[in-house]
């Protein structure tokens, strides 16, 4: 017998009602029962973090998290960072300082670089170089998404910034 449980989540700020299995992995249950095909499954072993999503603004790597623990939670994903067509200001970053190639590994570089200005507005190339190093991009060597993110970072120290 299929071991079910109802869970509430709000993702993207909506809310959802769910029902899951136990096993379901948090990025199953957005992809597939959701369609926010926005986060990426590379390993599925937690080693390379194109699943990054926040969970309560915390980055986590969707496919080592039950959706059942997204219960009562909030749940943001790269879907969640556009307005309408108009990229967000590391979106835009991205594209300009060539930060993607193939683009497989864009989503969890975003949402993990989008929790970490939160927290440190004002993050050095240092502080960033060693933050991307928690995931794997296989195309760019990096430079450009530490420049993108360090762009951001210095427009957040200049004032609110603008999408
Ligand atoms: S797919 Fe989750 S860390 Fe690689
Ligand atoms: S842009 Fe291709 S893996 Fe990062």
Do not use: W
């Amino acid at each position: 017998m299929r071991d079910l449980h109802l869970i509430t989540t709000e993702v993207n700020g909506t809310q959802h009602e769910l029902v899951v299995e136990s096993r379901r992995t948090l990025a199953d249950m957005l992809r597939e029962d959701l369609g926010l095909t926005g986060t990426h499954l590379g390993c599925e072993h937690g080693i390379c973090g194109a699943c990054t999503v926040l969970l309560d603004g915390e980055p986590v790597r969707a496919c080592l998290v039950f959706g059942v623990q997204a219960d009562g939670k909030q749940v943001r994903t790269v879907e969640d960072l556009a307005d309408g067509e108009q990229l967000s200001p590391l979106q835009q970053a991205f594209s300009k300082h060539h930060a993607l190639q193939c683009g497989f590994c864009t989503p969890g570089f975003l949402m993990l670089a989008e929790s970490y200005l939160a927290s440190r507005p004002a993050a050095d190339k240092t502080e960033i170089r060693e933050v991307v190093a928690s995931n794997l991009c296989r195309c760019t060597g990096y430079q450009g998404i530490v420049d993108a993110i360090h762009e951001v970072a210095t427009a957040q120290q200049a004032g609110p910034v603008q999408p």
